[in-house]
């Protein structure tokens, strides 16, 4: 299957301070990829939708002047906490569809302090 | 009425059972149709894909897809420890989804020796 990676796997920052995660496609092209967050023991939430050359699309309730994504590339997507405060320490997963498949990156933990 | 809807669990079988994960889903336009496994502290990996009716093997996993019925499943069969993890339902290529997979919010199956 498709490859995609994460970096980094886990970040600690302090409130107030931003964090930037990338996700790139390894072996593949993708004009679209997908930002989840996902809480301990919870479900994957969708954040937004990440599109090659054009803004993203940004799921209801989700601060988009907050969660800032960049899709700069055909192989890269970057997601920006901006001014991160404790309730946003979570697992962020990126994931790109190679075909109709979806495949998900390593995720990144994030946990602000 | 949620969009994709999975057995609430957790199930559990033991040892060498078949266990079988149901899902159901809402939109009659949906073409694509995954099952992903996911550990706990880790990201979705995919297991299985299926597009037409019938069932799919692949190994131990066996989809089975019924689009009158608006069902899909996933039979383990010869079930391990460490199949033990969340399974999530994804389904994809419908009418509301714009190209995106909306997901189950799992079944957590645990195998015990």
């Known amino acids: 299957g498709a490859v995609v990676s994460q970096h980094p796997s886990w970040v600690i920052c302090k409130s107030g301070t931003s964090v930037k995660i990338e996700c790139r496609s390894l072996?593949?092209?993708?004009?679209?990829m997908f930002w989840y967050r996902q809480f301990p023991k919870q479900s994957l939430m969708l954040m937004a939708t990440s599109n090659e050359g054009s803004k993203a699309t940004y799921e209801q309730g989700v601060e988009k002047d907050k969660f800032l994504i960049n899709h700069a590339s055909l192989t890269l997507s970057t997601l920006t906490v901006t001014s991160a405060h404790p309730e946003d320490s979570s697992f962020y997963i990126c994931?790109?569809?190679?075909?109709?498949?979806?495949?998900f990156g390593p995720g990144t933990r994030l946990t602000v302090t | 009425q949620k969009e994709v809807e999975q057995n609430s669990g957790p199930l559990s079988v033991p040892e060498g059972a078949i266990a079988s994960l149901n899902c159901t889903y809402s939109?009659?336009?949906?073409?694509?149709f995954f099952w992903y496994r996911q550990y706990s502290g880790k990201s979705p990996e995919l297991i299985m894909s299926?597009?037409?009716?019938g069932d799919k093997e692949d190994g131990r996993f066996t989809a089975q897809l019924n689009k009158a019925s608006q069902y899909v499943s996933l039979l383990i069969r010869d079930s391990q420890p460490s199949d033990s993890a969340t399974y999530l339902c994804a389904v994809g290529g419908g009418n509301t989804n714009a190209g995106k997979s909306t997901f189950g919010d799992g079944t957590t199956l645990t195998v015990k020796p």
């Open positions: 994931s790109a569809n190679s075909a109709l498949e979806q495949y």
């Open positions: 072996d593949f092209q993708a004009t679209t």
């Open positions: 299926i597009y037409s009716n």
């Open positions: 939109d009659r336009g949906s073409q694509s």
